[in-house]
């Protein structure tokens, strides 16, 4: 039982590639959340999906896509990265919305 | 919006004594959980205590309880007997649980347990 995974661990990018990240759970929870972690903010929302097929903004959701179309896997899509973009990014899952979520390790993206 | 204030941004505190990290949210919901999840240098996030806003008694979890006091808006994560290995940052957050699904986060509270 592996848990919540992210590929890659990590990653550097010059402004305007594009990249995905990938993340995986094998606790067939409902719910899975994309956040991003910048230093003395704590963490933020970026998007999330409440099911297979369905995807909703965050907070912070602008310069991002997402898709889940298998309820295992949630994808983050950069499409042009910005230097704003450098961050430690999580996935998480919970099994419904008032339960705990269960992060994955994150990803530490660079964008140059 | 929800809103969760850490006003500390760091702390010491000697191997085996008692640790209060403090917390303090704002909303308009009745109905939230709130979180504290622990940040190790490794980086991962885990989970270690939640309190539902409906919960009468404080949750407690082996070495941590939280410090519930709802009309002052305050969930204080307490570690007993603290361990070198607590040293962490936490993490207190709040959810919604009638119209949400966003965990807000506090900006932490780093904690280094000194032998």
């Known amino acids: 039982n592996a848990g919540v995974t992210q590929t890659p661990k990590f990653r550097v990018l010059k402004t305007g590639q594009s990249m995905t990240l990938l993340c995986a759970q094998d606790?067939?929870?409902?719910?899975m959340y994309w956040y991003r972690q910048d230093p003395g903010m704590g963490l933020r929302l970026i998007h999330y999906?409440?099911?297979?097929?369905?995807?909703a903004k965050g907070e912070v959701p602008d310069g991002y896509n997402v898709s889940r179309l298998k309820k295992q896997n949630f994808l983050l899509g950069l499409e042009s990265a910005a230097p704003s973009q450098t961050s430690v990014y999580f996935c998480?899952?919970?099994?419904?919305?008032?339960?705990?979520?269960?992060f994955g390790p994150g990803t530490r993206l660079t964008v140059t | 919006a929800q809103k969760i204030t850490q006003t500390q941004p760091g702390m010491f505190v000697q191997e085996k004594e008692a640790v209060t990290l403090d917390c303090t949210y704002d909303?308009?919901?009745?109905?939230?959980?709130l979180f504290w999840y622990k940040q190790p240098s490794s980086g991962e996030m885990i989970f270690l205590i939640y309190?539902?806003?409906?919960?009468?008694q404080n949750a407690t979890e082996g070495r941590y309880s939280l410090n519930f006091q709802k009309a002052r808006k305050s969930a204080n994560l307490v570690i007993s007997a603290s361990q070198l290995g607590d040293s962490a940052m936490y993490f207190c957050?709040?959810?919604?649980?009638?119209?949400?699904?966003?965990?807000?986060f506090g900006a932490g509270t780093t904690v280094t347990v000194r032998a």
């Open positions: 998480a899952s919970s099994y419904g919305r008032t339960r705990e979520q269960y």
């Open positions: 606790m067939n929870h409902e719910y």
């Open positions: 999906s409440v099911g297979e097929g369905t995807t």
């Open positions: 909303t308009s919901d009745q109905s939230y959980g």
């Open positions: 309190q539902g806003s409906y919960d009468e």
């Open positions: 957050a709040m959810r919604s649980l009638s119209n949400d699904y966003k965990l807000s």
